[in-house]
């Protein structure tokens, strides 16, 4: 079955610190990535997502996003975070076509701290 | 304004009695989906709608049930809750299955 690992399930930074978040998955196809935030109780947005093109993604907020298909990656970078991206971090994927299925991982906790 | 509207916001009930919860959305999106979210293991779809009258199962089915009778609404029933399904649940819409979700706001059940 398909899966989505995200390896960091709590991140804790301090603010101007850069920011990694890992994102694997194990479909062999053609796939759309996204990456979702949650920030506190609230619902979950879309910070940028990559169909086809130029790997490197950018998304709002200063995130960006690269995708390595050799190695089923999708990791999520911010160069100086801030203590209002302490959120949760979804990534996500979607096979090519009509499959009506995406697949979400665990979740990363990110606190900054100020 | 766009949005996908979840009621009610927060539920408590008791382990056997039936409930449903509603989603709309107001956008012509064609899919639907709801998901369950639960710490450590991220959201979890339960079932999925590509148009109306078209359902399928998603990951977490057991315990659901869902119709789509109408394009703008998608509701959740659970025939009969345990407190297994005491959870965090979104309904998300878009137009097509590969393209960005909007997520309603939540709704967080409790059974007892």
């Known amino acids: 079955a398909q899966s989505v690992s995200q390896h960091n399930h709590h991140v804790i930074l301090s603010e101007a610190a850069s920011l990694e978040l890992g994102c694997n998955y194990s479909y062999g196809g053609t796939v759309n990535l996204f990456w979702y935030v949650q920030y506190p109780g609230q619902h979950l947005q879309l910070l940028l997502k990559?169909?086809?093109?130029?790997?490197l993604v950018k998304g709002i907020k200063g995130f960006e996003a690269e995708f390595i298909k050799s190695k089923f990656s999708f990791n999520l970078r911010k160069p100086s975070v801030q203590w209002s991206d302490t959120a949760e971090y979804f990534c996500?994927?979607?096979?090519?076509?009509?499959?009506?299925?995406?697949?979400f991982g665990q979740g990363t906790t990110l606190q900054v701290k100020p | 304004e766009a949005q996908v509207t979840q009621n009610p916001r927060y539920l408590i009930t008791v382990t056997g009695k039936k409930l449903t919860v509603t989603c709309s959305q107001n956008?012509?999106?064609?899919?639907m989906s709801w998901y369950r979210q639960d710490p450590g293991l991220g959201l979890r779809q339960i079932y999925y709608s590509m148009n109306v009258e078209v359902t399928d199962k998603g990951d977490v089915p057991e315990g659901y049930k869902v119709s789509r009778k109408e394009k703008r609404n998608f509701p959740l029933i659970l025939e009969s809750p345990s407190p297994n399904q005491t959870s965090l649940y979104f309904c998300?819409?878009?137009?097509?299955?590969?393209?960005?979700?909007?997520f309603g706001n939540g709704t967080r059940l409790t059974v007892t």
């Open positions: 998300a819409s878009t137009w097509r299955n590969n393209s960005p979700l909007h």
């Open positions: 990559y169909f086809s093109g130029d790997p």
């Open positions: 956008m012509n999106h064609e899919y």
């Open positions: 996500a994927v979607n096979q090519g076509g009509n499959t009506g299925k995406l697949i």
